[in-house]
């Protein structure tokens, strides 16, 4: 059984949820002035929000809580903020991807509405409805079962976590790794889901790796050494 579960999302599932989502904000009767995203996962449902709704104002803010694929900090907290001047007095639907402990999205209202929005909702494609401190007033998917989703905007960011947990997890007693060794390693760790990755991706990541200095190829190139083992 994987240590993780892993769900891969589809453009098609993209565009489908964020249709579903406007079209249930459209039968509430309610019509935004402007769309915050929440960066980095709200931005594309966000714009195809917009899109569906007719839309023109869209801003951004950036809301930090998931440093590391799967991995949580204690408190969300927000980097980036918006122009806030462009939230007076507006009707504002804040947007993000997925609401899992729901700090990010509870963060950002809070932060519209202290902006001086006249009155700020919330929306996302998915809602883990099990997990989620905060319900949203708009979502598509409704989760049961928690799983960590792969979104097209974020495979090369994810599977390059993945393969960074695998080698540090393991680094204590293998320091020494084969590409295929870490392959079957990424099926064990994340199940039969996350091979429906191009391997292309997983060689991206072992890049993104070698550059970070965690690790860097063996002399005759067969192999990649965990750097400092």
């Not at 319900?135 to 905007?153: C, E, G, L, Q, R």
């Not at 390059?160 to 990424?186: D, P």
Request: net charge neutral; hydrophobic share 45%.
């Amino acid at each position: 059984m994987a240590k993780v579960a892993v769900k891969l999302v589809s453009w098609d599932e993209i565009a489908d949820w964020a249709r579903d989502l406007s079209s249930k904000i459209l039968e509430s009767g309610w019509r935004p002035d402007v769309v915050m995203a929440i960066a980095r996962g709200g931005y594309v449902p966000a714009r195809l929000v917009c899109d569906n709704l007719g839309v023109m104002d869209l801003v951004s803010v950036q809301v930090v809580h998931w440093p590391s694929t799967a991995q949580a900090i204690e408190r969300a907290f927000i980097k980036h903020e918006a122009k806030v001047d462009s939230l007076a007095g507006k009707r504002v639907l804040v947007i993000d991807d997925i609401v899992d402990t729901g700090d990010s999205i509870s963060l950002a209202k809070e932060y519209a509405e202290k902006a001086g929005a006249g009155e700020v909702r919330s929306a996302a494609l998915q809602w883990i409805s099990t997990v989620a401190k905060f319900k949203p007033d708009y979502y598509s998917i409704n989760v049961t079962d928690w799983k960590w989703f792969v979104y097209p905007w974020n495979v090369t960011e994810d599977v390059t976590n993945f393969m960074k947990r695998i080698i540090m997890e393991e680094g204590a007693s293998k320091n020494r790794w084969g590409f295929t060794e870490l392959v079957s390693k990424m099926r064990e760790w994340y199940g039969d889901e996350i091979m429906k990755v191009p391997l292309s991706y997983i060689s991206k990541a072992l890049i993104n790796l070698e550059q970070m200095g965690l690790i860097e190829r063996s002399s005759n190139g067969a192999e990649y050494v965990v750097k400092g083992k």
